[in-house]
């Protein structure tokens, strides 16, 4: 009997410590040029295995090619963080000094176990679907979400904070992974989505239904409200706003926003040049029935944002992280509390979508419902 797919690509994935190691105690490999060269020839080495193991198969996804290589990345960014922490030693040495020094900043620390664990517990799932014949398009758009909102932080930070006079070649195979999410992105919008059963009778009951005889949907709406109120309100801090309140935020509740890695300033106007006008439209997505969309881009912003917050969070705490920079433990409560806050508000708002989907459904055409129909 032939081992799953997923099992394979396991097993593939588990060279990376290997291949780290190896590379780590020969010192040709140590160099800026080798080090990019390596992790071409070691990519292109476990996309061949990858064509071995499903060269049986008489039909393959080629998107299965791009989860099974970001799985074995997905390694080496666990590797990375096991190693930052002290868990384990004789990996990354070399990385750090002569490929990308800033994974040893808590934000990438953090931003490593979110793949390690959450991307690489994503993609063994997906491709286990793949290959059994089902749907996987909402759990690819998490992963979307999740990847586009790290790399979308992680490169411009690099670049403006701390670490930008110090990029190496190694730097730049980044730009793939930049990339190469946004068009999984736009592949998986473009397909059609799996829509759940509901009558047309239950559709046209709940899109007569304004706001306000919808109390979760106008309690998220407050919830979304607050949220874009305290993205807005960080973003204007990191731009140096004068006003007495965000002084006093800054140096009293979240000085980790000061950091020069970059990175924090860098999310936090991500939140206020684009997830704000994002919860703005689902507000609008909540009023309007029939929005359709609300359902896809819920569940890609959800991801975003949790994984967003854990990096963010965990950079704000992380020992990693200089103590003048990290959360006063006074200002661990509301702070927390506030992080929390901000991830949990697209986490709800997705799962409502998903749990009752009547309302966000294409509106019945008029004389369609049963109840028109016995009339007629």
């Known amino acids: 009997m032939r081992p799953l797919v997923e099992v394979s690509v396991f097993l593939i994935s588990l060279l990376a410590p290997g291949v780290l190691y190896t590379m780590n105690n020969i010192p040709a490999l140590q160099e800026p040029l080798p080090i990019l060269g390596m992790g071409m020839v070691v990519l292109g080495f476990i996309l061949l295995l990858l064509l071995l193991t499903v060269r049986n198969k008489t039909k393959v996804d080629p998107l299965f ?30 990385y750090l000094k002569m490929g990308e020094p800033h994974l040893s900043t808590a934000y990438a620390v953090m931003m490593s176990y979110w793949e390690g ?34 790399q979308i932080v992680l490169i411009p930070g690099v670049v403006i904070g701390k670490y930008g006079s110090n990029i190496r070649p190694a730097f730049w195979r980044n730009v793939p992974f930049f990339l190469v999410p946004f068009w999984v992105a736009y592949l998986l919008f473009s397909r059609p989505r ?17 706001l306000l005889s919808r109390p979760a949907d106008l ?37 980790y926003l000061k950091d020069p890695v970059g990175f924090p300033r860098v999310m936090m106007l991500v939140y206020l040049f684009y997830a704000l006008p994002l919860l703005t439209v689902f507000i609008y997505g909540l009023k309007t029935p ?7 881009w819920t569940i890609f912003f959800a991801a975003a944002m949790a994984q ?8 704000s705490l992380h020992s990693r992280t200089p103590f003048t920079y990290r ?17 949990a508000v697209p986490t709800l708002l997705a799962l409502r979508c998903l749990t009752d989907p009547a309302y966000f459904m294409k509106p019945v055409p008029k004389g369609q419902t049963n109840k028109e129909k016995k009339k007629n």
């Not at 989860?67 to 990996?91: H, K, P, R, W, Y």
């Not at 874009?228 to 731009?239: I, P, Q």
């Not at 509390?337 to 901000?342: A, M, S």
Request: hydrophobic share 50%.
């Open 65 to 94: 090619y791009v989860f099974a290589e970001f799985s074995f990345t997905c390694m080496v960014g666990l590797t990375n963080a096991l190693e930052q922490d002290g868990f384990i030693s004789g990996f990354m040495g070399f």
């Open 117 to 150: 664990v959450v991307h690489f517990s994503l993609f063994l799932i997906i491709i286990h679907r793949m290959f059994k014949g089902k749907s996987y398009r909402s759990l690819g758009l998490l992963w979307a979400g999740s990847s586009i909102a790290h």
């Open 194 to 210: 799996e829509m759940p059963i509901v009558t047309a009778d239950k559709i046209s009951v709940e899109q007569k239904k304004s």
């Open 219 to 255: 309690l998220l709406s407050l919830l979304i409200l607050a949220a874009m109120a305290f993205s807005v309100f960080r973003g204007l801090v990191v731009l140096d706003c004068p006003l007495d309140t965000c002084f006093t935020y800054i140096y009293q509740y979240e000085p």
């Open 290 to 296: 029939g929005c359709s969309w609300m359902l896809d």
């Open 308 to 315: 967003s917050q854990w990096c963010h969070i965990g950079a």
């Open 327 to 343: 959360v006063p433990a006074d200002k661990w409560l509301p702070v927390i509390t506030l992080n929390v806050f901000l991830a």
